[in-house]
T-cell receptor, first 115, second 117 residues
Framework: KNQVEQSPQSLIILEGKNCTLQ??????????LRWYKQDTGRGPVSLTI?????NTKSNGRYTATLDADTKQSSLHITASQLSDSASYIC??????????????FGRGTQLTVWP | SAVISQKPSRDICQRGTSLTIQCQVD?????MFWYRQQPGQSLTLIAT?????????ESGFVIDKFPISRPNLTFSTLTVSNMSPEDSSIYLC??????????????FGQGTRLTVV
């Protein structure tokens, strides 16, 4: 069964600190893995997308890693800011050739950054 | 990138009534998707809407409860019919890719927070 599991479920850190969020998946065949940020009352916004051949990708203070062999990904946030408080969702796309692959969503990690 | 305007952003509705959610995209897209996001849960796909054909519904969702329209390549609506408190959730529309070519980016509307009382 294709699944995406995220940990921790929630996390509280102090402003300026770093943190790492985890994502494990069983989706197969694999197409790509995405990390989204969802602010309260807003839709998810893409942070990174990684395909099978990519093992790291950065977007400002966000760095995602992918180990396609172990089917694990992480999202590292550096020097956290209050505006980083949000839910971070891991999404894995199933490969379906020339047609659009189905997306599998994790439940998200709720990050709270305290001043 | 695609910009999606979704409205209403929130609503409080009486049980037994219906609510229609609108989704407008700033470019033509082949497929549009409707999701439900219940508190503490992951996004669940309701249906895929293609222009000119009936929507494709996922297991557990039916057209009578969630009728969808897709009159053109930039617009879609989702109606939540005969609402009950269990329908209280966030509803999101999404598109994959920009233009008529598929790519790996997914864009989401801001969501509609529905509360049924």
């Amino acid at each position: 069964k294709n699944q995406v599991e995220q940990s921790p479920q929630s996390l509280i850190i102090l402003e300026g600190k770093n943190c790492t969020l985890q994502c494990n998946y069983t989706v197969s065949p694999f197409s790509n893995l995405r990390w989204y940020k969802q602010d309260t009352g807003r839709g998810p916004v893409s942070l990174t997308i990684m395909t099978f051949s990519e093992n790291t990708k950065s977007n400002g203070r966000y760095t995602a890693t992918l180990d396609a062999d172990t089917k694990q990904s992480s999202l590292h946030i550096t020097a956290s800011q209050l505006s980083d408080s949000a839910s971070y969702i891991c999404v894995v796309s199933e490969y379906r050739g020339s047609t659009l692959g189905r997306l599998y969503f994790g439940r998200g990690t709720q990050l709270t950054v305290w001043p | 990138s695609a910009v999606i305007s979704q409205k209403p952003s929130r609503d409080i509705c009486q049980r037994g009534t219906s609510l229609t959610i609108q989704c407008q995209v700033d470019s033509q897209v082949t497929m549009m998707f409707w999701y439900r996001q219940q508190p503490g849960q992951s996004l669940t796909l309701i249906a895929t809407a293609n222009q000119g054909s009936e929507a494709t519904y996922e297991s557990g969702f039916v057209i009578d409860k969630f009728p969808i329209s897709r009159p053109n390549l930039t617009f879609s609506t989702l109606t939540v019919s005969n609402m009950s408190p269990e329908d209280s959730s966030i509803y999101l529309c999404s598109v994959e890719g920009t233009g008529l070519i598929l790519n790996t980016e997914a864009f989401f509307g801001q969501g509609t927070r529905l509360t049924v009382v």
